[in-house]
């Protein structure tokens, strides 16, 4: 007999992993001879439409997934009384639709050819067929953390935190016993605020909504499934071709979504340099609001701007506005279906508490419905905590079954790739991410232990002024609590752009009662009218503070403006890369390789306005400076000017024709990549030493902190053999006290790089 140890392993895997097994409903091609104008998330009839009938075997999820066909197909499933069970409306072919069936229970599968020549398509339809899950498990507590060191062991614990806190306590979601016993041992108190949420969401679904005091941008009076996501969307660009652009960002998600969204300005076609918002939502799963409010801002625009509203017009004009209302879809769907089964009670409702992405595995494509088992809702990566900028540092969990697990490197996930890629491609001047829920408007840094950012001062002044509308609070975002990898973080000290996080709604919303969606996701009119509106706030709500934004993305005061010459339609590219370090924590930091690349097209006249972010990272200090390189190509790709600009924030350059050879405006010093490497640290009543390794020759200075105060400063040359850091201590220093260690390299050029560690002196 011969051993097999591959396939030995590979059975036990598959032993070992919580079975998610699936039943074949249906796998057929489809043929729909004509095409139907209209939504296939209800039931539709013609030659356009192609309907299939199947029964579950099971409880679980039903899949179904179309591919193949050119053009636009739909598909929906719906029950014997014909509400929609799960749908998919994407751009082009590729659709899943996915959705929460009992078994036995009778199910039609739609398919709709919405445009396109070919009439084919490949239709397969699975059960998921998942476990029972225990309820009444989960329960929304208020943990008090008098102190700071407090609250660090508070997210030491890898609890589900809620993104709520005020100083002295923060709210946190327990997923069952193991959770409250953990906060027990800790020697946590906490006060009960919702004891079994699922039981508070079936009530809460079942209370007569209250009447909405107005009418939101859309018309919408409850959350939009997936699938509404995407034709609202595709209706907005059918309905407005110039002032709407579908976009679709480059990476499918890890069940095979696509990640949508659009761009709106007038002549939206144009690659005409204005300068960049972009609104993002539903980074994390079961924060409905945050999808809504970047939806509900688009219809706002373009309602706005085909009313010929002075305002909008004006701005559209100057700006572009790109907004992606889900950034994670598959954490959405199941989150989202859940509450539609909530009323049924046959999966577990808690699973509209979802938080993180479908990564089950690191570095594996999930299976079919692997993602929906109860025993993986809390696995998966945090997409917030995934971001190349300080990631792995204070804030993020190294446990793949935390709620803020960071993940297997900076940018592993898919969802935070692609943001990435937009950012990395646009000028955007201003981003809000969306989040729920604690009435906060958060910018960076997003830890305490973090850069300061040059540009506070803005960055607070359009935080308060947004604040002043919808009534927040306006704050550093480590002000809530420290987080690494999060998006503004990365794409601010990336950029230059001002990041913002809103952290929309209260828990205290509701006028008594049962409590919908525990914050993350309360009734409509809690979730997403009243903060769109301001009720209850001293402005204008959220509404006003996009506006607030995007008048700020319009503001060439707070970017920078190039202006020039060039062959009419000829393309000109503002590119940059540099190498960065992320945070890492223990493991060290890992250097990434960033590149920043946008272009524009010589508009007709010759003359060209660039509406641009600063040439120089707001993590380089002092006097370094980084150039953007410019470059005019012609349509063939041939290479007929380039030029290098040191370009700051508020400032106006005229570069003259850059399609005419190389020019030189400004002298940029070239900065070469400087990686700083931490080695073993020793700590000793009167000094720590650590060991160093720069990537090339530099200067190191070292400092440590306890709280905010300076206890130890150190400093000496090294190279690429590592070398002994030094840092005396003051005296007095109590054993067990916990310091901080910060260690910044300089290299040739002004090249900088450092690395963190926390340290406890010795007992
Ligand atoms: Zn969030």
Same mark, same amino acid.
């Given at each position: 007999?011969?051993?097999?140890?591959?396939?030995?392993?590979?059975?036990?895997l +598959? #032993? %070992?992993?919580?079975?998610?097994?699936?039943? *074949? @409903?249906l796998?057929?091609?489809?043929?729909? !001879? $004509?095409?139907? &104008?209209?939504?296939?998330?209800?039931?539709?009839?013609?030659?356009?439409?192609?309907?299939?009938?199947?029964?579950a075997?099971?409880?679980?999820?039903?899949?179904?997934?179309?591919?193949?066909?050119a053009?636009?197909?739909?598909?929906?499933?719906?029950?014997?009384?014909?509400?929609?069970?799960?749908?998919?409306?994407?751009?082009?072919?590729?659709?899943l639709?996915?959705?929460?069936?009992?078994?036995?229970?009778?199910?039609?599968?739609q398919?709709?050819?919405?445009?396109?020549?070919?009439?084919?398509?490949?239709?397969?339809?699975?059960?998921?067929?998942?476990?029972?899950?225990?309820?009444?498990?989960?329960?929304?507590?208020?943990?008090?953390?008098?102190? +700071? #060191? %407090?609250?660090?062991?508070?997210?030491?614990? *890898? @609890?589900?935190?809620?993104?709520?806190?005020? !100083? $002295?306590?923060? &709210?946190?979601?327990?997923?069952?016993?193991?959770?409250?016993?953990?906060?027990?041992?800790?020697?946590?108190?906490?006060?009960?605020?919702?004891?079994?949420?699922?039981?508070?969401?079936?009530?809460?679904?079942?209370?007569?909504?209250?009447?909405?005091?107005?009418?939101?941008?859309?018309?919408r009076?409850?959350?939009?499934?997936?699938?509404?996501?995407?034709?609202?969307?595709?209706?907005?660009?059918?309905?407005?071709?110039?002032?709407?652009?579908?976009?679709?960002?480059?990476?499918?998600?890890?069940?095979?979504?696509?990640?949508e969204?659009?761009?709106?300005?007038?002549?939206?076609?144009?690659?005409?340099?204005?300068?960049v918002?972009?609104?993002?939502?539903?980074?994390?799963?079961?924060?409905?609001?945050?999808?809504?409010?970047?939806?509900?801002?688009?219809?706002?625009?373009?309602?706005?701007?085909?009313?010929?509203?002075?305002?909008?017009?004006?701005?559209?004009?100057?700006?572009?506005?790109?907004?992606?209302?889900?950034?994670?879809?598959?954490?959405?769907?199941?989150?989202?279906?859940?509450?539609?089964?909530?009323?049924?009670?046959?999966?577990?409702?808690?699973?509209?508490?979802?938080?993180?992405?479908?990564?089950?595995?690191d570095?594996?494509?999930?299976?079919?419905?692997?993602?929906?088992?109860?025993?993986?809702?809390?696995?998966?990566?945090?997409?917030?905590?995934?971001?190349?900028?300080?990631?792995?540092?204070?804030?993020?969990?190294?446990?793949?079954?935390?709620?803020?697990y960071?993940?297997?490197?900076?940018?592993?996930?898919?969802?935070?790739?692609?943001?990435?890629?937009?950012?990395?491609?646009?000028?955007?001047?201003?981003?809000?991410?969306?989040h729920?829920?604690?009435?906060?408007?958060?910018?960076?840094?997003?830890?305490?232990?973090?850069?300061?950012?040059?540009?506070?001062?803005?960055?607070?002044?359009?935080?308060?002024?947004?604040?002043?509308?919808?009534?927040?609070?306006?704050?550093?975002?480590?002000?809530?609590?420290?987080?690494?990898?999060?998006?503004?973080?990365?794409?601010?000290?990336?950029?230059?752009?001002?990041?913002?996080?809103?952290?929309?709604?209260k828990?205290?919303?509701?006028?008594?009662?049962?409590?919908?969606?525990?914050?993350?996701?309360?009734?409509?009119?809690?979730?997403?009218?009243n903060?769109?509106?301001?009720?209850?706030?001293?402005?204008?709500?959220?509404r006003?503070?996009?506006?607030?934004?995007?008048?700020?993305?319009?503001?060439?005061?707070?970017?920078?403006?190039?202006?020039?010459?060039?062959?009419?339609?000829?393309?000109?590219?503002?590119?940059?890369?540099?190498?960065?370090?992320?945070?890492g924590?223990?493991?060290?930091?890992?250097?990434?390789?960033?590149?920043?690349?946008?272009?524009?097209?010589?508009?007709?006249?010759?003359?060209?306005?660039?509406?641009?972010?600063q040439?120089?990272?707001?993590?380089?200090?002092?006097?370094q400076?980084?150039?953007?390189?410019?470059?005019?190509?012609?349509?063939?790709?041939?290479?007929?000017?380039?030029?290098?600009?040191?370009?700051?924030?508020?400032?106006?350059?005229?570069?003259?024709?850059?399609c005419?050879?190389?020019?030189?405006?400004?002298?940029?010093?070239?900065?070469?990549?400087?990686?700083?490497k931490?080695?073993?640290?020793?700590?000793?009543?009167?000094?720590?030493?650590?060991?160093?390794?720069?990537?090339?020759?530099?200067?190191?200075?070292?400092?440590?902190?306890?709280?905010?105060?300076?206890?130890?400063?150190?400093?000496?040359?090294?190279?690429?053999?590592?070398?002994?850091?030094?840092?005396?201590?003051?005296r007095?220093?109590?054993?067990?006290?916990?310091?901080?260690?910060?260690?910044?390299?300089?290299?040739?050029?002004?090249?900088?790089?450092?690395?963190?560690?926390?340290?406890?002196?010795?007992?």
């Amino acid at each position: 007999m011969t051993f097999r140890p591959l396939l030995l392993a590979a059975a036990l895997l +598959a #032993a %070992a992993a919580p079975g998610a097994s699936a039943a *074949d @409903l249906l796998t057929t091609g489809l043929r729909a !001879p $004509g095409a139907y &104008d209209g939504s296939c998330l209800a039931r539709a009839g013609g030659d356009g439409v192609v309907r299939r009938e199947v029964v579950a075997d099971a409880n679980g999820l039903v899949q179904a997934r179309l591919t193949g066909a050119a053009g636009d197909w739909d598909v929906a499933v719906f029950d014997a009384a014909g509400a929609l069970v799960a749908g998919s409306a994407q751009r082009g072919t590729a659709e899943l639709a996915e959705g929460f069936v009992r078994g036995g229970q009778a199910l039609t599968v739609q398919a709709c050819r919405r445009s396109g020549a070919a009439g084919e398509a490949q239709l397969s339809v699975q059960n998921v067929i998942l476990p029972a899950a225990a309820p009444g498990k989960l329960a929304l507590v208020r943990v008090s953390v008098p102190t +700071a #060191a %407090a609250k660090e062991l508070l997210l030491s614990l *890898d @609890l589900d935190m809620a993104e709520h806190g005020r !100083p $002295g306590f923060l &709210d946190v979601l327990l997923h069952g016993d193991a959770d409250r016993a953990a906060l027990t041992r800790a020697g946590f108190t906490y006060d009960t605020l919702i004891g079994d949420v699922a039981a508070s969401d079936r009530a809460a679904l079942r209370a007569p909504m209250s009447p909405p005091d107005g009418t939101m941008p859309s018309g919408r009076v409850q959350y939009r499934r997936l699938a509404e996501f995407s034709e609202d969307m595709k209706k907005l660009v059918a309905e407005n071709p110039t002032l709407v652009k579908p976009i679709t960002l480059p990476l499918p998600t890890l069940e095979g979504r696509a990640v949508e969204g659009i761009e709106i300005t007038e002549n939206v076609g144009a690659a005409d340099g204005k300068p960049v918002f972009l609104q993002l939502g539903v980074h994390h799963a079961r924060e409905w609001p945050s999808a809504e409010m970047a939806m509900e801002w688009a219809f706002e625009l373009v309602n706005t701007f085909k009313a010929g509203n002075e305002r909008t017009v004006g701005l559209l004009r100057k700006a572009r506005v790109i907004v992606v209302p889900i950034v994670n879809p598959d954490g959405f769907n199941l989150s989202r279906e859940s509450i539609v089964d909530a009323g049924q009670a046959q999966v577990d409702p808690g699973f509209s508490y979802k938080r993180k992405n479908c990564r089950v595995t690191d570095g594996a494509i999930p299976a079919a419905g692997e993602c929906g088992l109860d025993a993986n809702r809390d696995k998966g990566t945090d997409p917030n905590r995934n971001y190349g900028g300080f990631w792995g540092g204070p804030g993020a969990s190294r446990s793949a079954n935390s709620d803020t697990y960071r993940g297997a490197g900076p940018f592993s996930e898919p969802e935070t790739q692609n943001i990435r890629a937009l950012v990395s491609t646009r000028q955007v001047m201003t981003l809000i991410t969306n989040h729920t829920y604690s009435d906060l408007v958060l910018r960076p840094p997003g830890f305490a232990a973090g850069p300061v950012a040059p540009d506070e001062a803005l960055l607070k002044d359009l935080g308060d002024k947004m604040a002043a509308e919808n009534g927040y609070t306006s704050q550093k975002g480590y002000e809530l609590y420290d987080t690494t990898g999060s998006t503004e973080d990365w794409s601010y000290f990336t950029t230059g752009g001002l990041g913002y996080t809103f952290e929309i709604g209260k828990l205290d919303n509701a006028d008594g009662g049962a409590v919908a969606g525990a914050g993350f996701h309360p009734a409509y009119p809690y979730g997403v009218m009243n903060p769109w509106f301001g009720v209850n706030a001293p402005g204008g709500g959220n509404r006003e503070a996009y506006y607030l934004a995007l008048e700020s993305t319009a503001n060439e005061a707070r970017h920078s403006v190039i202006t020039g010459r060039g062959r009419p339609g000829a393309t000109l590219r503002l590119q940059k890369t540099f190498s960065a370090q992320t945070n890492g924590g223990e493991d060290g930091p890992v250097t990434i390789q960033e590149g920043l690349t946008s272009t524009m097209s010589v508009p007709a006249s010759g003359a060209f306005e660039w509406h641009a972010n600063q040439s120089t990272r707001p993590l380089l200090v002092g006097s370094q400076t980084e150039a953007w390189t410019l470059v005019c190509t012609d349509a063939a790709g041939s290479v007929l000017g380039r030029s290098q600009l040191v370009i700051a924030r508020g400032e106006r350059k005229d570069v003259g024709n850059v399609c005419n050879g190389v020019t030189e405006t400004a002298t940029a010093s070239a900065v070469p990549a400087l990686t700083l490497k931490l080695g073993a640290v020793k700590t000793s009543r009167r000094a720590i030493t650590a060991r160093v390794t720069c990537s090339s020759a530099c200067r190191l200075s070292a400092r440590v902190a306890k709280g905010r105060r300076t206890v130890g400063r150190g400093s000496r040359s090294a190279g690429v053999r590592a070398v002994t850091l030094r840092v005396k201590l003051a005296r007095g220093l109590a054993r067990g006290a916990k310091l901080k260690l910060s260690i910044s390299a300089t290299g040739a050029g002004g090249a900088r790089a450092t690395a963190l560690k926390t340290l406890k002196l010795k007992k």
